[in-house]
């Protein structure tokens, strides 16, 4: 079994041709977990996962419904890509595919800006560190943090910043990183 295991997770990682840094892929890539741990994983995420996942489409469906531009912006990106692998209404895209829907990317990223499904957190303080504004946090403090009210900051997201504009967010060829979106948390 261990031979078997071993020489899964060997071909899984010759077959990345990305460097994945998801939770699950590092559960996999240590080659120490077994298939009912992985299993159990996968279904505390999804069963994590359900409220939020649920609260976030809501609102990104509400916010399309809001604004047909952005719609018709989702599906010709859509169109192209699916015209462009040569498949047909209803086949599945690969991840290769899914990559390439920035403007997907960048609205769902915005209606979670307005809309955070978790809109505050808290966190404990490790060891002793500064916040960006010169704010000293002590060891063992906690430290909350409103992602709502970030979203809505218009000296971080502009005068527009409680309309929901994709664009705002939207790259072309590349990917948003986390980090620039969150360099104010």
């Given at each position: 079994m261990n031979s078997l295991k071993r020489s899964s997770n060997q071909e899984w990682n010759r077959k990345q041709s990305r460097k994945i840094e998801d939770l699950l892929s590092r559960f996999i890539k240590n080659g120490e977990s077994s298939p009912q741990f992985l299993?159990?994983?996968?279904?505390?995420?999804?069963?994590?996962?359900?409220?939020?996942?649920?609260?976030?489409?809501?609102?990104?469906?509400?916010?399309?419904s809001l604004n047909p531009d952005a719609e018709k912006n989702i599906l010709k990106e859509l169109e192209t890509i699916r015209t462009s692998s040569g498949k047909s209404t209803g086949e599945s895209y690969t991840f290769d595919e899914l990559r390439e829907m920035n403007y997907?990317?960048?609205a769902i990223s915005e209606a979670l800006r307005l809309y955070p499904p978790a809109p505050a957190d808290t966190?404990?303080?490790?060891?002793?560190?500064?916040?960006?504004?010169?704010?000293?946090?002590?060891k063992d403090w906690f430290v909350t943090y409103h992602v709502y009210a970030m979203g809505r900051m218009e000296g971080l997201w502009g005068k527009d910043c409680?309309?929901?504009v994709p664009e705002r967010l939207e790259l072309r060829k590349e990917r948003i990183e986390l980090q620039s979106l969150c360099a104010h948390v």
């Open positions: 299993r159990d994983i996968v279904i505390s995420f999804i069963l994590a996962g359900r409220d939020t996942t649920s609260s976030a489409l809501c609102w990104f469906f509400r916010l399309l997907l990317h960048a966190v404990a303080c490790k060891s002793k560190d500064k916040l960006p504004d010169g704010t000293v946090v002590e409680g309309d929901f």
